[in-house]
């Protein structure tokens, strides 16, 4: 199983996770525990610093430099369509909750924005 979740995101391809020290500070900014913070992404009750918040840890999480993340976060999920930040969240949330399969078929690993893409191509 895969915790980590690849995507295009801004200006290149990048690995997101969630690692524990990530989520303890998403619980921390959120005030609330994971599987609250989970469920409220899910049901689209979410504000939307979780979703940047989700984003710019999961660079760090993914092995980007915090500094390069919340350059990455300010240039590229602010003042940008929530559409577009909601898949690319809940995909990064979702490989830390339920883990992915260890393959690249994006429709098989329910990837929301890679299985998008595909669709589109």
Same mark, same amino acid.
């Given at each position: 199983m895969n915790l980590t979740h690849t &995507? /295009? /995101?801004? *200006?290149g391809e990048y690995t997101f996770a969630l690692t524990d020290d990530m989520i303890t500070e998403l619980e921390r900014l959120a005030d609330l525990g994971i599987g609250a913070f989970y469920l409220r992404a899910v049901n689209m009750q979410f504000k939307l &610093? *979780?979703? %940047?918040? %989700? %984003?710019r840890l999961g660079l760090i999480g993914g092995g980007t430099k915090p500094e390069r993340a919340a350059q990455l976060a300010d240039t590229y999920a602010r003042n940008t369509p929530i559409d577009d930040l909601y898949p690319l969240a809940l995909d990064i949330l979702d490989a830390r909750w339920g883990g992915r399969p260890d393959t690249t078929d994006a429709a098989q690993t329910c990837d929301q924005s890679a299985a998008l893409d595909e669709a589109a191509e």
């Open positions: &995507a /295009f /995101f801004g *200006d &610093a *979780d979703l %940047i918040e %989700i %984003i």
